[in-house]
């Protein structure tokens, strides 16, 4: 649509070649706003949605930061007048919030180390080994997926207490090392590793165990993205569990407390909200920092180049 | 370097569907073997089973004289190249030959000094600092025959590893490998479903089909002598052709005569054979090269047979034609062609490019070498 690079003489003819395409450029333009106009209606709605899923968000980030004042003065507000740490400082100086944020990270990270070693492993036997019945015990594995966890509250929280497990972290870790979904993930993710790959490694003198560690467990970087990101977002917001097994509050996780403040701060909802905000840092955290490997673990990960 | 002896090797996948059945062969010391045959007719699962990747069934392994059946992959010292390179994706070109040594617990000095011997041999000495990935097809192939090589094995293995790279670098690989072999003089089964390479790099050859072995002979003796049918028609290029017919007694001796196809009297060597078999059908095969070719036109005496052109495919320095007498349909290779196709032609057949198999058991038909 420039005409800046043409000389600017012969000036009947370049005239009549600009008339040209600015018809053009002008039909091509009313098209390009056809289209718009014909998508608006997609873009509205998207927008609309994500404002719907945005709002609560910026409602907690807001009111996490209003001072006991302003909350009072107004009944439902969306903006800030005099932004405040108090609430903040109400949240740390009058619960255990630390101490739960430790206690939650101890939690998580036993649990996603867990499933980073065991679910792997277990994939991996399922997708490259075979032994008498392996396929049936997968699918028995994977029909357990359509229990659901309500049912098994009960059974899980008797034998717990026979264990004398009660008001430890051992029900809520161990359990969760063998999670059936993230080894049907390994399995699909594992069989998609060529078997010549083993087998070369076989022939130039591995061990099953170094097989395991040096060469299956490095090309499964994407899997174990995705196994550790969930399982630790998992492990992180789970909220039953901890609220079923842990008596003592100075073993209650992040979820727990939260919930706690309701009670404790029932008017104060600046502080509940601040409490909120802080517990999904580290789930923010944890996405910047492995965006890409999310990403690429929900996309469909290749390994073949 | 070592010997490699199989006595009755089967194996079943399931009972009573055998991937491997019963195969003998001895490999002597520094031969280079070829297991050829089409998709899916064992050859893989018959590499793995000596290798030690696959459990034997059945029958008894032996290398370097030693009974091996239940030996580890990784105790057998053997070393393989895949048809998919299966170079380590995670470590450098040079990890990747070297992993090997170091699982031996080959001192460092060592690993070096052989990883950049292969590396030389194989011209990949600039490419040791990268990974698989980084690398065209034919590279990965070097590195895989490298990580093979630094190992120095009694015996190297070789499963298609010529199979995903374009043609032109297929032949240049083929000779490469050849040249490596007659370098390092090592035992070397080399398998392909690729005829061409079969012929031209394996001392003796194993052709294969379902699970059983054929024939196992040197490049030429397949060539000359098929024992069967499916050998005959699997080695050569283009393939022989073939007609199913009778012999039939005349005043001169025997000929073949094939309804609405082609009749052809045969020389004396098959005289014998022609008699011993009687009125049961038999398949006639002609290579190719033996149908109006230069050699043929040479012997005066040579029987003809009459063809109509259909189409012609100059290759350089031949020509195939596809030509039909009656309802047989098959193919010439003659060096030289001036015709159109429609033409009639009368080609002369070379002797000795002639076979008869039986029509029931497709066996080749016992033939006097000495007699013309
Ligand atoms: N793991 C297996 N389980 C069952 N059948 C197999 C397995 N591997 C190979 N087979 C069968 O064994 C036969 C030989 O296979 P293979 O040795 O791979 O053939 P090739 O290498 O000659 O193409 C095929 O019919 C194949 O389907
Ligand atoms: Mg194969």
New interface residues.
């Given amino acids: 649509m420039s005409t800046l690079s043409e000389p600017q003489s012969d000036s009947y003819a370049k005239l009549q070649r600009d008339a040209e395409r600015e018809g053009k450029s002008l039909f091509k333009l009313s098209q390009r706003r056809l289209r718009f106009w014909k998508m608006s209606w997609v873009y509205l709605v998207l927008g609309g949605a994500a404002l719907l899923l945005a709002l609560p968000f910026y409602y907690m980030l807001v009111t996490a930061f209003k001072s006991t004042e302003e909350l009072a003065s107004f009944s439902v507000s969306l903006w800030i007048q005099h932004p405040s740490l108090e609430p903040l400082r109400q949240l740390l100086e009058g619960t255990i919030y630390l101490r739960s944020i430790g206690n939650s990270l101890l939690i998580s990270g036993a649990i996603t180390v867990g499933n980073l070693l065991f679910c792997p492993l277990a994939g991996y036997a399922f997708s490259k080994h075979r032994f008498p019945g392996r396929d049936k015990i997968f699918f028995i594995l994977l029909s357990t997926m359509m229990i659901p966890g309500a049912v098994l509250m009960v059974p899980n929280f008797l034998l717990a207490r026979d264990f004398g497990w009660i008001n430890t972290y051992f029900p809520l870790i161990i359990p969760s090392f063998g999670s059936v979904f993230f080894v049907f993930l390994s399995r699909q993710f594992i069989s998609k590793i060529?078997n010549?790959?083993i087998?070369?490694?076989?022939?130039?003198?591995?061990?099953e165990v170094?097989l395991f560690f040096q060469?299956v467990l490095?090309?499964c970087r994407p899997l174990l993205a995705s196994i550790g990101i969930l399982s630790f977002l998992g492990a992180w917001n789970s909220f039953i569990g901890p609220m079923i097994y842990l008596l003592d509050e100075s073993m209650y996780t992040t979820p727990l407390v939260i919930s706690m403040l309701q009670g404790r701060f029932s008017n104060l909802e600046n502080v509940q909200m601040a409490g909120s905000l802080l517990s999904i840092l580290p789930a923010l955290v944890l996405f910047f920092v492995f965006q890409k490997q999310i990403v690429n673990s929900f996309a469909s990960s290749g390994?073949k180049? | 370097m070592a010997t490699l002896s199989l006595q009755k090797i089967s194996k079943y996948y399931a009972p009573n569907a055998a991937a491997v059945k019963d195969v003998d062969l001895e490999v002597k010391d520094g031969e280079f073997v070829v297991l050829v045959g089409p998709s899916g007719c064992g050859k893989s699962t018959l590499l793995?089973m000596i290798?030690?990747?696959e459990e034997i069934t059945g029958g008894t392994l032996e290398i370097a004289g030693r009974e091996v059946n239940d030996l580890?992959?990784?105790n057998r010292d053997?070393?393989?190249v895949?048809?998919?390179?299966?170079?380590?994706?995670?470590m450098s070109v040079y990890d990747n030959m070297a992993?090997?040594l170091k699982?031996?617990h080959v001192p460092k000095e060592e690993i070096d000094q052989r990883v950049q011997e292969a590396a030389r041999v194989l011209s990949i000495g600039h490419l040791l600092e990268r990974l698989?990935?980084e690398l065209s097809g034919g590279q990965r192939q070097r590195v895989a025959v490298g990580?093979a090589i630094v190992?120095k094995p009694a015996i190297f293995l070789f499963d298609e590893p010529l199979s995903n790279l374009d043609a032109k670098l297929r032949v240049q690989m083929r000779v490469e490998l050849k040249d490596l072999h007659q370098r390092l003089r090592s035992t070397m089964i080399y398998v392909t479903h690729d005829q061409t390479e079969a012929m031209t790099m394996g001392d003796r050859i194993v052709v294969m089909k379902d699970g059983l072995v054929q024939q196992v002979a040197s490049p030429l003796e397949l060539y000359d002598h098929p024992c069967n049918r499916f050998v005959a028609s699997f080695i050569g290029s283009p393939p022989m052709n073939f007609f199913e017919g009778t012999l039939v007694k005349t005043d001169k001796g025997y000929s073949f005569h094939q309804e609405q196809g082609i009749t052809l009297p045969l020389p004396k060597r098959w005289f014998r054979a022609a008699e011993a078999q009687g009125q049961r059908k038999v398949i006639l095969g002609l290579r190719p090269e033996g149908i109006g070719s230069l050699l043929a036109t040479l012997d005066t005496e040579a029987p003809k047979i009459e063809a109509q052109v259909k189409v012609v495919e100059p290759m350089g320095s031949e020509f195939y034609l596809h030509v039909t007498t009656g309802k047989a349909a098959y193919v010439a290779r003659v060096e030289k062609f001036q015709g159109k196709p429609g033409d009639t032609l009368s080609m002369p057949v070379l002797r000795d490019k002639i076979y008869l198999f039986d029509g029931a058991s497709e066996l080749a038909l016992s033939v006097d070498q000495d007699l013309p």
């Fill in positions: 060529p010549d790959l087998q070369a490694a076989r022939v130039d003198g591995c061990s170094r060469i490095p090309c390994l180049e | 793995n290798a030690g990747l580890p992959a990784k053997i070393a393989m895949f048809q998919n390179y299966a170079l380590y994706p995670h992993f090997g699982l031996r698989p990935r990580r190992r």
